[in-house]
């Protein structure tokens, strides 16, 4: 089994700055691969950033691709967001998401993911 907890949401101004974490426990293995995703109001859950442990490749969807990224940190075992230049399109709820190894086609779609954390509210202002 595996276990996550985000942490770092809240509100931040359009332009800001945002950093959220995930603390992760439980199997190594189930936890291969970690992603993030967010979901606005409605019922698609959007991928946007995934990291697997093998050499530590990072993915990230196109619509956040140079403001987004996605680290790990081994030692801690937890998982990072790092968000800049944020806009009021990013509000949403973020997730992040565990699975065993996957392929990398697949590693921004949510249906390959095992353990998901409770989520963490972001809200950006104009």
């Known amino acids: 089994q595996v276990q996550l907890v985000e942490s770092g949401g809240g509100s931040v101004q359009a332009g800001g700055s945002l950093r959220l974490s995930c603390a992760v426990s439980?199997?190594?293995?189930?936890?291969?691969?970690m992603g993030w995703f967010r979901q606005a109001p409605g019922p698609e859950r959007e991928g946007v950033a995934a990291i697997c442990r093998a050499g530590g490749t990072t993915y990230s969807a196109d619509s956040v691709k140079g403001r987004y990224t996605t680290s790990h940190n081994n030692a801690k075992n937890t998982l990072y967001l790092q968000k800049n230049s944020l806009t009021p399109e990013d509000s949403a709820m973020y997730y992040c998401?565990?699975?065993?190894?996957?392929?990398?086609?697949?590693?921004?779609?949510?249906?390959?993911?095992?353990?998901w954390g409770q989520g963490a509210q972001v809200a950006v202002s104009s």
């Open positions: 998401a565990a699975s065993p190894p996957i392929p990398a086609a697949t590693r921004l779609l949510p249906a390959r993911y095992n353990y």
């Open positions: 439980g199997d190594t293995y189930r936890s291969y691969c």
